[in-house]
T-cell receptor, first 109, second 112 residues
């Protein structure tokens, strides 16, 4: 079966750095997405990785290792507005997105 | 630019009744999707359409039907609602199945 695992909840302090991990087992791989979802709102796109390595976009970075079936999202200089759920999703061999359940990130002052 | 819109925003529906959730995008995207999101389960794909005139079944299609008569609209119909269909429904679109998806604001449906 296809499976994506990420921690259910994480807590971090304003101004700090946090890493949210995602491991996946899917039938094929055609890319990995990270989305942000604030409570009561729709998911919004953060990043996309299809090759191994680190993609940096401002305070957010995403890393991929295809051989390990592993990705992480790194958030730097945390702000209160970063309190949200972070969703990991993998495009499988049929180009369908398989979604993780999401990681709820709580930022404390 | 509206992007992708959904209607209604929320709805309470009696079990056994039918309902159509509407979704419209103005980005001329080829692919469109319907998801449901339940606590602790993440997003689950109900149906999808890679291009106008075609549709496909996702992970949880039972009890739902869709049509894609044109590029912009992708309605989702519940023929006879059951309480287990209580959920938040998101419509999304993308330029192609391998590209990022853009989501509508969601419809919160309660079936009693």
């Amino acid at each position: 079966g296809q499976n994506i695992d990420q921690p259910t909840e994480m807590t971090a302090t304003e101004g700090a750095i946090v890493q949210i991990n995602c491991t996946y087992q899917t039938s094929g791989f055609n890319g990995l997405f990270w989305y942000q979802q604030h409570a009561g709102e729709a998911p919004t796109f953060l990043s996309y990785n299809v090759l191994d390595g680190l993609e940096e976009k401002g305070r957010f970075s995403s890393f991929l290792s295809r051989s390990k079936g592993y990705s992480y999202l790194l958030l730097k200089e945390l702000q209160m507005k970063d309190s949200a759920s972070y969703l990991c999703a993998v495009t499988d061999s049929n180009y369908q997105l398989i979604w993780g359940a999401g990681t709820k990130l709580i930022i404390k002052p | 630019t509206a992007g992708i819109t959904q209607a209604p925003t929320s709805q309470i529906l009696a079990a056994g009744r039918s309902m159509t959730l509407r979704c419209t995008q103005d980005m001329r995207h080829n692919a469109m999707y319907w998801y449901r999101q339940d606590l602790g389960l993440g997003l689950r794909l109900i149906h999808y359409s890679n291009t106008a005139g075609t549709t496909g079944k996702g992970e949880v299609p039972d009890g739902y039907s869709v049509s894609r008569a044109n590029t912009d609209d992708f309605p989702l119909t519940l023929a006879s609602a059951v309480p287990s269909q209580t959920s938040v429904y998101f419509c999304a679109s993308s330029d192609s199945p391998s590209n990022e998806q853009f989501f509508g604001p969601g419809t919160r449906l309660t079936v009693l």
